[in-house]
């Protein structure tokens, strides 16, 4: 057992209480990660046999996605036991031998917590929807129906169709902001706030070093249970869902988004801060105000420790000008907060496919990610240079997909099996048939034959991430200047007591641009930059080219 279990931490320890500013976490995907026991799904000790690699990519932290008790409807993100681990992927006992394993690399731990919603298999619903007066009648959120006896607004679930399903039980309806085997619990009842906090207790107790936050901004629900407006053809983006799915014509302003939420977050914080040196990354889902929010959440030292929106998750590739007008946005909403950037992850295709990227722009791409202000999410085989997998109809295991096949053929293509190497036809994955196919593209990209490439994109993240590492101000300085110009982007990253100048060229075309006032030596050699700057201070960046300089004092 887990030596940590049961037991405070040292308040005097010399502890980085602020490890997590600027940090690069790596996120693991269980069920694609790797199977140890060969029945094709992947589990801890499977991550425990891979973290060696995972280490070696120089990343701070890693983010296991949820492997608690579930019944699998939405694979993992409906809980059924907060404090247990689902067989399909081993014991407790195993998850403990995972975190020793983690620190002795020199790796933090950050676990999904889910708790906006549980299962309907949960104890807590199932006691719940017995009756109306039980001890937990309150805990999720149930509205009468209207006089003509449909649902009590016109919410809708983001998976599609209403957010409300009957139940003949109570003869009431209840809240499902995503499938109906996930119903929402109800954050007004203290009770509840006060469960949940014991379950980030146990976690915190088993010594883990953070959490990511799902859906943070779905807590709170409008108390009154008001319509939602229409949003405008016009302010409709498909960050958050595709366009062929009716959540995007609502302006969500009652069922997330709530102010009550600031009041729990703190008293999470609080929780947190018993702990030396533990984070939290919320997850703001919300197409219109995702900025601002991530800002309200983030600011000062009682909510959580940072967040990410989906403004880099988005279908459209963001050039140079859409770079600075992001930026340029979070400095105003959120001056005091802190930012989380990825690029790819479980919810969204591949931004290798989303964005239809050369390995030039690949490469352009992940230099750029590493010189951005804020904290980094990698996602599994994103340092592979996986894109997006093909999944037939008949091999889709994920809901969402196969609600809205074929315009949108949901999530399970960027959810596909890691390549490890060429020991059978699951590239080592796994010794029986994986939970998904592999992609045959991925096949070819597996960990074993890029370790062998000093070209691959592999080595280039290794030697991303450890430019990123070696600078402080690229881990936490501020950012100065951002600047589009043409196709470039530029600006400066700022310590007291350093500097680095960075310049990404996303474009097809040579560019030049001038050098700041000041003595230049260029740090980029690695991911490809310039190896010298002409004395005329002008700097030439050709297609796809990046640049990071560091400012000699005189």
């Known amino acids: 057992m887990n030596s940590l279990l049961n037991s405070r931490p ?6 980085d209480r602020e490890w997590w500013r600027g940090a690069i976490i790596y996120q693991i995907y269980p069920r694609s990660f790797q199977d140890s026991n060969g029945d094709g799904i992947g589990d801890l000790a499977g991550i425990i046999q891979r973290l060696p690699y995972v280490a070696s990519l120089g990343v701070d932290a890693i983010w296991i996605s949820p492997f608690f008790a579930s019944p699998m409807k939405d694979f993992g993100y409906d809980v059924s036991n ?61 509205a009468d129906p209207k006089a003509d006896g449909t649902a009590p607004n016109n919410w809708l679930s983001v998976f599609g169709g209403s957010a409300w399903q009957w139940d003949a039980r109570r003869e009431q309806y209840y809240l499902h902001n995503f499938l109906t085997s996930q119903p929402d619990l109800n954050f007004h009842n203290r009770d509840v706030q006060d469960a949940l906090l014991e379950v980030v207790r146990f976690w915190l107790q088993r010594g883990v070093d953070g959490f990511r936050l799902d859906t943070i901004n779905f807590y709170f629900a409008d108390k009154n249970l008001r319509d939602n407006p229409a949003l405008p053809a016009a302010r409709r983006n498909a960050n958050i869902a595709p366009s062929v799915n009716p959540y995007n014509h609502q302006e969500h302003i009652f069922s997330k988004n709530q102010k009550e939420n600031l009041q729990f ?26 900025l601002e929010i991530l800002g309200e959440y983030t600011t000062g030292n009682g909510r959580v420790h940072m967040c990410y929106a989906f403004e880099f998750l988005a279908k459209d590739r963001p050039g140079a000008a859409r770079m600075v007008e992001v930026l340029n946005r979070l400095d105003v909403v959120a001056e005091n907060g802190w930012a989380c950037w990825a690029f790819s992850n479980h919810d969204v295709m591949r931004h290798n496919s989303r964005w239809q990227l050369t390995p030039a722009a690949q490469r352009l791409y992940t230099a750029l990610l590493m010189g951005l202000r804020g904290s980094i999410c990698l996602y599994q085989g994103e340092e592979l240079g996986f894109t997006e997998a093909d999944v037939a109809f008949d091999d889709l295991q994920d809901p969402y997909g196969i609600e809205f096949w074929p315009e949108y053929k949901g999530r399970d293509g960027c959810r596909t099996p890691m390549a490890w190497d060429n020991s059978n036809l699951n590239a080592g994955v796994s010794g ?67 500097e ?25 050699q690695p991911l490809g930059g310039p190896s010298e700057f002409s004395l005329d201070r002008r700097l030439r960046l050709a297609p796809w080219q990046p640049c990071f300089a560091l400012k000699i004092n005189s």
């Not at 040292?10 to 502890?15: F, G, L, T, V």
């Not at 703001?284 to 105000?289: K, L, N, R």
């Not at 680095?500 to 740090?523: R, S």
Request: with cysteine; proline share 6%; net charge negative.
């Open 265 to 290: 977050l703190t008293r999470l914080r609080s929780v947190l801060d018993e702990y030396p040196a533990v984070t939290s990354l919320g997850e703001v889902g919300d197409a219109q105000f995702g």
């Open 10 to 15: 040292d308040p005097d320890a010399i502890i």
């Open 500 to 524: 680095i100048f960075c310049a990404f060229n996303m474009g097809d075309t040579a560019a030049e641009l001038a050098m700041p006032a000041g003595t230049w030596k260029p740090i980029g």
């Open 82 to 142: 907060y404090c247990d681990v689902d067989p399909i992927f081993g014991t407790i006992e195993n998850f403990d031998a995972l975190m020793d394993t983690a620190h002795n690399l020199g790796l933090k731990v950050m676990i999904d917590l889910v708790i906006s919603h549980t299962s309907d298999v949960h104890p807590w619903f199932v006691e719940s929807r017995a009756n109306r007066d039980n001890p937990r009648a309150d805990w999720y959120v149930w």
């Open 432 to 498: 029986g048939r994986p939970w998904l196919p592999l992609a045959s593209a991925h096949l070819g990209l597996n960990v074993e034959r890029q370790e062998d490439d000093a070209n691959s994109m592999l080595q280039y993240y290794r030697k991303a991430i450890g430019l990123r590492r070696a600078h402080p101000a690229l881990m936490k300085g501020q950012h100065r200047d951002l600047t589009a110009q043409g196709e470039v982007f530029h600006f400066r990253r700022v310590l007291p007591s350093q």
